[in-house]
């Protein structure tokens, strides 16, 4: 499965850097996702979200 990760760093200003690591599940997913953050940004981190990414062509919509 696919998942998305989200983190949100800056001190000053917020920015934000995604990416997508694959796995069986969510707990497989950690260790990669914790590996892929940049080494540079790591200090400044606030908030990391990770979520399941649905492939575009699987997602339901309102009204289908």
Request: proline share 9%; hydrophobic share 40%; charged share 25%.
């Amino acid at each position: 499965m696919d998942y998305q990760i989200t983190i949100r760093y800056g001190n000053r200003r917020q920015r934000y850097h995604a990416f997508s690591v694959e796995a069986p599940d969510v707990a497989s997913a950690l260790r990669p996702a914790a590996d892929a953050i940049p080494p540079g940004v790591l200090p400044e981190v606030d908030l990391v979200e990770l979520r399941a990414a649905v492939h575009p062509d699987r997602r339901t919509y309102v009204g289908e």
